[in-house]
Nanobody, 125 residues
Framework: HVQLVESGGGSVSAGGSLRLSCAASAYAYRSVCMGWFRQAPGKEREAVAA???????NYADSVQGRFTISQDKVKNTLYLQMNSLKPEDTAVYYC????????????????????WGQGTQVTVS
């Protein structure tokens, strides 16, 4: 498993922005998929954005055009830039990594990911 530590969460007014960071261990290169998930109170954990080894990016429809996933390989850090935040974005955000492909690709299924951070709270009001 990869060690992942999220940071950057907090409280922000609707329409504001936050930038989440995910510091990964030196073994992050073993991961073939990395992404961001979130879980709101009383709801299931859902995929937000995923960054595959080939550089492709995938976003949930609910955040398309507002969120951007990126990676700094030198710092070994994954980022999630969150703009135009809405109250419905309120959730605990998790950084996750998968050690292998599913059907040759990175899915949005929580079950594919085997490394998880502690999570960081994002509250939009």
């Amino acid at each position: 498993h990869v060690q992942l530590v999220e940071s950057g969460g907090g409280s922000v007014s609707a329409g504001g922005s936050l930038r989440l960071s995910c510091a990964a261990s030196a073994y992050a290169y073993r991961s073939v998929c990395m992404g961001w998930f979130r879980q709101a109170p009383g709801k299931e954990r859902e995929a937000v954005a995923a960054f595959g080894g080939d550089g492709d990016e995938n976003y949930a429809d609910s955040v398309q055009g507002r969120f951007t996933i990126s990676q700094d390989k030198v710092k070994n850090t994954l980022y999630l830039q969150m703009n135009s935040l809405k109250p419905e974005d309120t959730a605990v955000y998790y950084c996750a990594a998968a050690s292998r492909f599913r059907d040759g690709s990175c899915s949005t299924d929580v079950g594919q990911y085997d490394s998880w951070g502690q999570g960081t709270q994002v509250t939009v009001s």
